[in-house]
């Protein structure tokens, strides 16, 4: 079943990024997730990042510097915490994000394609419980 649910992850994936091929900003997949993750959350922080991710944080201090150089991410002290970053979108992130979630979409229609609204919905309650039962068993 996971197999399963890993290759339909991957062809996803890489029928979306290969939209983004030779573009002016290609992507990976983990700077997909850093924007997904500060156009929801705008104004988080790298240990907000970190905490939210369980990635390493000396990995993400690299990716949030690449898509700051590529201007995708803009920075603004903290005005409690001076030493504190805030980040968000820059314009240039946010058209790029909203490209994301129009292949995104498409992608979507095109994978649950000939599935009716009510396989859809049995599919995403079954995918949720899925997910509830690996969460609670993680929380031991």
């Known amino acids: 079943m996971f197999d399963a649910i890993h290759s339909i992850m991957h062809l996803y994936r890489s029928q979306q990024f290969r939209a983004f091929a030779g573009a002016e900003h290609e992507l990976t997949h983990m700077e997909s997730k850093v924007l997904r993750f500060f156009a929801r959350q705008p104004g988080a922080t790298l240990s907000d990042l970190v905490a939210h991710s369980g990635r390493d944080k000396a990995q993400l201090t690299r990716l949030i510097k690449g898509l700051r150089d590529r201007g995708l991410l803009d920075a603004s002290a903290d ?31 095109v994978a649950l394609e000939g599935l009716s609204e009510a396989e859809r919905e049995q599919l995403h309650g079954l995918l949720l419980r899925v997910r509830s039962n690996l969460a609670r068993d993680a929380e031991g």
């Open 79 to 109: 005005a409690a915490d001076r030493r504190s970053t805030r980040l968000h979108l820059s314009a240039a992130g946010l058209a790029l994000h909203g490209r994301l979630h129009q292949i995104g979409a498409g992608l979507s229609g």
